[in-house]
C-alpha cells in the first residue's frame, strides 16, 4: 500500500508533537522514523494508525486521504514498544483477537493463528498465559497479532528496544526478512540509528517535530543535508572542527588554530566562498593513525595526543586532543595505543563535510 | 605524607547467631498476640453467649451458679420471620449497592479516566467535595426527594419513602464518590498501548472497556464489591430514618430494635442475632478474596 503524508501537523495546546511531516512510502517498503527521544516519531506513527486526529494535513493510503477513516478500518496491524499485549488471555487469544472481531468462522480462525504462530516460532506456545513468556517470546506474539489479519500496513514503535542486544540482533533479521517476503508496507520508529540503517529501505530522520531528512540510508551517511543528520547518523558519531576554509597557493586549506589541512577543491569551494568560520565535520572511519608522516600525506597530517582509550573488541574508540581541538578516531587493536601516547593522524578530507554554522545547513549537499 | 582520618572500624557484619533469631522471633510474635488479645477476647465472649443462658465474664453460667448452661433458646429467633425478612431486606440493600455502585464506578472512572470531555475537571473536584459532606448532614433534604421520587407512578413504589429501593438508591448515591475515584484510579494505571493495539485490532470503544480494560481493573472491582457490600450491610443510619415499621428493617435496624425495646436487654439474644447478621459477610469475603490477592501479573513489559 502507498502510504502519504502530506503537512501532517499534531499540536496540543502549547506543544507540537509533528510539524508538517510530508512523505510518501511506496508500497512493499520499510521507511524507518529516527531521531531523538521526544521528536514526535510515536506521534506520527499513531496520526497513521488513526489513534491521534491530526491537527492539520492529510495521511492518505493508496491515493485515498484516510483522516476520518477508523483505526480499525484501515487496515494496519502496530506493534507496540511495550507489546501491549492482553495479560487476561492467552496466546492463542491474543493472536486470534482481530480475527475474532472479524467474526470469521472457527476453523478459519484456528488454522490463520496456527499459521501464523509458527512462522514466529511460538506454535507451540499458544495456550500459555502471557505472563508465562519470556520478552522474546511477548515480541514474537506481539508481531503474530499484527500479521494475523494480513494487514496492508505495518507500523512498528521502538518493537525492540526492551530485548537484550544479542536477542534484538536476531530479532531485527528476522522482522526484515518477514517484511520482505511478506511485501508489507512498514513504518519502523527507533531511536536506534543502527536498526534504522539495517533494516530501512528509507530514513526519515526527525528532529523536534520537524522531518529533517528523508533519504536512503547511504545518501543520509554519504551526504547529510544538515548539521543535525550529520551528527545523528553514523556511531560512533562524526567529529566537528570549526575552521576557515581559505586559499593558499591555489590550494584550499582548512584551518584553526589546531588545525591545517589540505581540501580538495570538490569539497572546499562553497566552504571557501563563506566569510568566516564554518564547521567541518569528519568521520572517525576517515581519519588514519600511522607510525610515520609519509611526504605523500603532507598538508593531511596532524599530532595530537590519546586522552581516552574505549576498547570496542575489534577496534579501539580513541579519544585524541589536537591542541585542546578533541576528536574520537577507530584505531586497530594491535596498535595498542595508550592514554598520553602521541598519536600521527592522516585525515582522508576528500570525505570531509561542510555546514553553515548559522543555517546549519550543508555547504555540500544543500 | 598527610594522614586521613578512619573512622572508627566497624564490628564484622557477620550472620547474626541462631539463638538471637529466634528469640528475635518469640519476641515478636508474643507481641502480636498480646496485642490482638482484648479483640479475640470480644469474639470469644461474642461466640460463648450465643449459646449460653447467662455469662460470667467469659464463663457460662447456669441457673444455680456452676459452670454450664449450654443453650440454643438464644438462637430461637431463626424460627421468626422477622429475622429472614430483615435479613433478606439486607441483602437486596447490599446487592443493589454492589451492583449499582460497581457499574457506575466502573464505566464512570473509565471515562474520566480515559475520555476528555468538557466539565471532566469540575466533575472529579465536585465528586471529592460531595464526598466530604456526612450523610447525617443531607438527611432532610434526602427526605424530600425520596416523597418526591415516591409520588412518581409505578416505580415510585419501589424506590420512594419507606422503600428499601429508596433506601439502597440513596446508599448507591453516597458511595458513589468514594467508587469512581477508586477505579479512576485503577484506570489511570493502565497503559494506553493496549487500548490502542485493541482498537487497531477492531474493537469498539465500548468493546475495548468491556473486554480488555475491566479485566485488567478485576482486583478493583473485587475490593470496591467488598466495600460496597460491608457498607449496605452494616448500614443503619439511612435505612433506620427512612423506614418505618418492620416490614422495610434491615438487619442492623432489627438488631437495634431488639436493644432499644423497653424490656430488659437480653444480651445473649443480641450476640446471637449479631453473630448471625456476621454470617453473610465472612461467606462474601470467602468467595471474593482470592480475587481480591490475585493481582495480575506481567503482560506489558517496560513503559
Ligand atoms: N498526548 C499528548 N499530550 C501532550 N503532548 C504530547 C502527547 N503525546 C506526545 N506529546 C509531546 O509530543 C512530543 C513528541 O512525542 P512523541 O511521543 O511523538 O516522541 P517520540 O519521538 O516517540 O519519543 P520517544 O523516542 O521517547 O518515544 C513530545 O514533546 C511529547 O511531550
Ligand atoms: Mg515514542
Known amino acids: ?366 | 605524607m598527610t594522614t586521613v582520618e578512619t573512622a572508627p572500624p566497624r564490628p564484622a557484619a557477620g550472620p547474626i547467631p541462631r539463638s538471637r533469631q529466634k528469640m528475635g522471633r518469640y519476641f515478636a510474635y508474643g507481641f502480636l498476640i498480646l496485642s490482638i488479645i482484648p479483640i479475640l477476647v470480644g469474639y470469644a465472649w461474642l461466640i460463648i453467649a450465643t449459646v449460653s443462658a447467662r455469662t460470667q465474664g467469659l464463663l457460662p453460667k447456669n441457673a444455680e451458679g456452676g459452670i454450664g448452661g449450654f443453650t440454643l433458646s438464644n438462637w430461637d429467633f431463626v424460627f421468626e420471620s422477622a429475622i429472614w425478612n430483615a435479613m433478606l431486606n439486607s441483602l437486596l440493600i447490599a446487592v443493589f449497592m454492589v451492583i449499582g455502585v460497581g457499574l457506575a464506578s466502573t464505566s464512570g472512572g473509565y471515562a474520566l479516566s480515559r475520555m476528555k470531555f468538557a466539565g471532566r475537571k469540575t466533575f472529579l473536584t465536585g465528586t471529592l467535595v460531595l464526598h466530604a459532606f456526612k450523610a447525617e448532614m443531607l438527611l432532610i433534604a434526602i427526605f424530600f426527594v425520596l416523597r418526591f421520587l415516591g409520588d412518581i407512578p409505578i416505580i415510585g413504589g419501589f424506590i420512594g419513602f419507606n422503600t428499601v429501593g429508596g433506601v439502597a438508591l440513596v446508599m448507591v448515591a453516597l458511595e458513589l464518590p468514594l467508587g469512581i475515584w477508586l477505579m479512576k484510579g485503577f484506570f489511570d494505571n493502565l497503559s494506553w498501548d493496549m487500548e490502542r493495539a485493541a482498537l487497531i485490532d477492531g474493537a469498539s470503544r465500548f468493546r475495548v472497556w468491556w473486554q480488555i480494560m475491566v479485566p485488567q481493573v478485576r482486583p478493583g472491582i473485587a475490593a470496591l464489591s467488598l466495600f460496597t457490600f460491608i457498607v449496605g450491610w452494616n448500614a443503619y443510619l439511612v435505612p433506620f430514618t427512612f423506614t418505618i415499621g418492620t416490614k422495610v428493617a434491615n438487619m442492623p435496624v432489627f438488631l437495634n430494635q431488639l436493644i432499644s425495646d423497653t424490656a430488659p436487654v437480653n444480651w445473649n439474644l443480641v450476640a446471637a442475632v449479631g453473630l448471625f447478621q456476621m454470617i453473610p459477610l465472612i461467606i462474601f469475603f470467602i468467595f471474593t478474596q482470592e480475587l481480591l490477592l490475585n493481582i495480575y501479573a506481567g503482560g506489558s513489559k517496560g513503559t
Open chain 1, 1 to 366: 500500500m502507498r502510504v502519504e503524508l502530506d503537512n501532517l501537523t499534531k499540536s496540543w495546546d502549547e506543544v507540537i508533537g509533528a510539524d508538517s511531516i510530508t512523505l510518501d512510502i511506496a508500497d512493499g517498503e520499510l521507511v524507518a522514523f529516527l531521531g531523538p527521544s521526544g521528536c514526535g516519531k510515536t506521534t506520527t506513527l499513531l496520526m497513521v494508525a488513526g489513534i491521534y486526529k491530526p491537527t492539520a494535513g492529510t495521511i492518505s493510503f493508496d491515493g485515498q486521504v484516510v483522516n476520518e477513516v477508523a483505526p480499525k478500518d484501515r487496515g494496519i496491524g502496530m506493534v507496540f514498544q511495550s507489546y501491549a499485549l492482553y495479560p487476561h488471555m492467552t496466546v492463542f487469544g491474543n493472536i486470534s483477537y482481530p480475527l475474532r472481531l472479524q467474526k470469521l468462522n472457527k476453523g478459519v480462525i484456528k488454522e490463520r493463528v496456527q499459521t501464523v504462530a509458527d512462522m514466529m516460532g511460538i506454535g507451540d506456545l499458544l495456550e500459555r498465559k502471557i505472563a508465562q513468556l519470556s520478552g522474546g517470546q511477548q515480541q514474537r506474539v506481539a508481531l503474530g497479532r499484527a500479521l494475523v489479519k494480513e494487514p496492508q500496513l505495518l507500523l512498528f514503535d521502538e518493537p525492540l528496544s526492551n530485548l537484550d542486544a544479542r536477542l534484538r540482533l536476531t530479532m531485527r533479521g528476522e522482522i526484515k526478512r518477514l517484511q520482505e517476503d511478506l511485501g508489507i508496507t512498514s513504518i519502523y520508529v527507533t531511536h536506534d540509528q543502527v536498526e534504522a540503517m539495517t533494516m530501512a529501505d528509507r530514513i526519515a530522520v526527525m528532529s523536534k517535530g520537524v522531518l529533517q531528512a528523508y533519504d536512503v540510508p547511504e545518501a543520509l551517511y554519504d551526504r547529510p543535508k544538515t548539521l543535525f543528520v550529520a551528527a545523528f547518523v553514523g556511531n560512533p558519531p562524526m567529529n566537528f572542527f570549526d575552521v576557515e576554509v581559505m586559499r593558499v597557493n591555489g590550494d584550499l586549506r582548512a584551518k584553526s588554530d589546531a588545525i591545517d589541512l589540505v581540501i580538495p577543491h570538490d569539497r572546499g569551494e562553497k566552504a571557501a566562498a563563506v566569510d568566516g568560520k564554518v564547521i567541518m565535520g569528519v568521520r572517525p572511519e576517515d581519519v588514519d593513525v600511522v607510525d610515520d608522516a609519509s611526504p605523500a600525506a603532507e598538508g593531511l597530517t596532524l599530532a595530537g595526543e590519546a586522552v581516552v582509550v574505549e576498547p570496542l573488541g575489534r577496534e579501539d574508540l580513541v579519544g585524541i586532543s589536537i591542541n585542546g581541538v578533541d576528536l574520537r578516531v577507530l584505531v586497530d587493536k594491535t596498535r595498542g595505543v595508550r592514554v598520553g601516547d602521541t598519536i600521527t593522524l592522516v585525515f582522508n578530507t576528500s570525505r570531509a563535510q561542510f555546514f553553515d554554522p548559522e543555517t546549519e545547513a550543508s555547504l555540500l549537499w544543500a
